[in-house]
């Protein structure tokens, strides 16, 4: 079974994160009439390509599933990853299917060459079921300005784990992202829904796990329902990432 990994969480390791917001920049290019709401689902536990899919489905909306392909099948802590054919199953209904590496590894500590073969596995799976991974997601939200240019140069957006919301001109290299996880998630997303709105920005939210039961870095059902209909309540379009970056 996959277990836990615990990122740097140093002062060292923040500081350094930070640092690379300032580095290998490349400004989005977003002009919104209305706010914008993306949800995302990083490594794709089964019951997010299945229960989390299917609560945007049921009001026409798509999201965006930042793929380990290394990971399919495998029993993990967040549940049972989804296999090759359920990720296929996203693309052929609509869904955006990203990137997040293939071994799900921390970009920072992971050599350059070692990563360039890892991002090679993956995107390469995610073609096969015909997708090309044109974005991507930082696992763990780890991120260095080594790792950023290097990235950068492959994919069409970046994506972290930093809570803000995405205006023009803002860095499609680093875009923030924040989590519906934990006991005070669904609370948290909402709140930066209305914040979404009162500035008509583009708000990315994130999750894993989809189901009754979730881990700490998931959410229920029906608390990923709600945010949808508070969303679509208060206004907002909801798009995927690539939709939102194409437009």
């Known amino acids: 079974m996959i277990q836990p990994y615990t ?3 140093s002062l060292a390791g923040k500081l350094r994160r930070r640092f690379a917001r300032l580095t290998h920049r490349r400004p989005a290019s977003i ?36 793929v380990c392909a290394g990971l399919f099948g495998q029993e993990g802590h967040m549940g049972r990853f989804a296999a090759a054919d359920e990720i296929g199953a996203l693309v052929r209904k609509g869904h955006e299917v990203a990137g997040h590496t293939h071994n799900h590894v921390d970009c920072h500590r992971t050599s350059s060459n070692d990563l360039k ?31 950023k240019k290097q990235l950068a140069a492959r994919y069409a957006s970046l994506r972290g784990v930093h809570k803000a919301l995405v205006h023009d001109g803002d860095d499609r290299n680093q875009l923030p992202g924040v989590g519906i996880e934990g006991a005070d998630g669904e609370a948290v997303a909402r709140a930066w829904i209305d914040r979404a709105v009162a500035e008509r920005a ?16 998931g959410c229920t059902p029906a608390a990923l329902d709600r945010l949808i209909i508070h969303a679509r309540a208060v206004g907002c379009d909801i798009r995927t990432v690539g939709e939102v970056l194409g437009a």
Not at 48 to 55: D, F, I, K, Q, S
Not at 129 to 141: I, V
Not at 202 to 217: K, N, Q
């Open 202 to 217: 583009w708000l990315i939210l994130y999750t894993h796990d989809v189901r009754e039961a979730p881990s700490p870095w």
């Open 31 to 66: 002009d919104l009439r209305r706010p914008v709401v993306s949800f995302t689902f990083d490594d794709i536990p089964a019951s997010a390509a299945h229960a989390g899919a299917e609560a945007l489905e049921r009001h026409d909306a798509r999201g965006t599933f930042y």
């Open 117 to 147: 073969a890892d991002l090679d596995a993956n995107d390469d799976a995610l073609r096969a079921l015909g997708s090309p991974s044109l974005h991507f997601a930082y696992p763990y939200g780890e991120v260095s300005p080594r790792s």
């Open 7 to 9: 990122p740097d969480v």
